[in-house]
């Protein structure tokens, strides 16, 4: 055991050691500096929202009723006013996201435009029930999540006919929306009376639909070509090429009991968290997170590290060339940099482009500092060459997102494996002693 602690080597590895978890320091540090610029994306985010329009939802159409209701109490007369509502039969919703960029600084966030059509019908029992009421005011509304994206109303008709729209939907529970004034006439039929609204919304990051129909169809498409899809409902079918998705939803009144929980919500506040476990939609995500990526990347730099020194070990050993402390603290600054030179880029050129960038500086830096320490080039490339192949390995777990672990796990065996059998045959004491003796012959 004392030759063992007295061997140079054992020192040198005890410090290689040391300094391993003294660079955790300025790698913590860099993990938190991501954390930060991710929220400060989310606070962006949240104020371009509230500075324009931020996550849709649309709920409707359905006729409000007003009526009034008399009775008699002792020959007193006693008028109460009194609400009712009615859900379409059918209801079928399409919906096409025109997705676009809205930047503040540095920082961006996903928008779209939505041309939504809403079609469908009410039947024509459900509106007899309507005649021997003693009806003050009837109206078609829809409610929508965030009433500043409206752009845009283009058709909007009943039963054939044009009706003219107006802001609010005259509700507590639902508020904002747009609703339409019908008169008695419509109510009056003897067969179903369809609906076709036609609007533009903007909206950012999420599009989410009410299934409001006995019978719910619903087709969203975009030419964003990275949806999730949101909701307790996921798409019948889906399509998603490089050229956007187009995806499809159905439902119905038994698999929802949506007519149930809008009725409770419209008539309670506190039920209308209800209508939120019965939603279909999708969110437009954006696949490259620079911060997220940034994050898992710098979860592998403990691997990066160690390999690092293992190289540089390897350099050392081989040629019998003793490396200075110091000279292992430079190879692991330099390391450690790496990700400090990612995050920063990765904001501008994007993740990509920063990791390729980061790479060959940092690879670059290491090898002529390498060339210079043994003034040899084969020495030098081949440390280069080697840092280079742990970097493009590690960039490929990044992209490997379902496979990383098992992919990251098989790395380590191999490398280890390489480790243990390249110097199997090397005598450490002997090689300790010509270290010790090329030490001497350099000083003297």
Known sequence: MKKILNNPLSMKFGFMLFLFLLLQIPISMISGLISERSHRQEEVTQDIASSSSGEQRIIGPFIMVNYQETS??????????????????????????????????IYRARLYKAQVALKGEFKADDLAGLNDLDINRINLVVGIEDSRGLMRFDEMKLGGSNIEIKPG????????????????????????????????????????VTPIGNQTRVELSSNWAHPSFIGDFLPISSDVSEDGFQAQWASNNFSTNIAQRIQR?????????????????????????????????????????????????RVEIFPARPFH????????????????????????????????????????????????????????????????????LLFGLLLAESYALVMGALLCFIILGFTMIIPR??????RNEVIEENTSNAEA
């Open 265 to 313: 919500c419209l008539f309670s506040n506190s039920a209308c968290h209800e209508i939120e476990q019965r939603q279909m939609g999708v969110e437009l995500i954006d696949p490259v997170n620079h911060y997220l990526k940034s994050h898992r990347a710098v979860n592998y730099s403990s691997l990066v590290l160690l390999l690092g020194f293992v190289s540089f070990v």
């Open 325 to 392: 402390p110091i000279q292992y603290g430079f190879i692991g600054l330099a390391l450690a940099i790496f990700y400090l030179l990612l995050i920063s880029m990765s904001e501008h050129l994007g993740f990509n482009w920063a990791y390729l960038l980061s790479t060959l500086a940092s690879t670059s830096l290491l090898a002529i500092y390498v060339r210079g320490i043994l003034n040899s080039v084969k020495q030098a490339t081949l440390f280069g060459a080697g840092l280079l192949a742990l970097y493009g």
């Open 425 to 430: 045959n090397i005598d450490w004491y002997t």
């Open 169 to 208: 939907t005259g509700l507590d529970q639902i508020p904002q929306g747009f609703h339409g004034e019908l008169n008695l006439e419509h109510i009056k039929t003897q067969q179903a009376l369809t609906f076709d609204i036609h609007f533009l919304l903007q909206g950012m990051g999420q599009l989410k």
């Open 72 to 105: 008699f109490d002792n020959d007193k007369k006693q008028v109460k006013q009194r609400r009712k509502f009615l859900l379409p039969d059918s209801f079928n919703m399409s919906a096409n996201l025109d997705s676009f960029e809205k930047y503040r600084g």
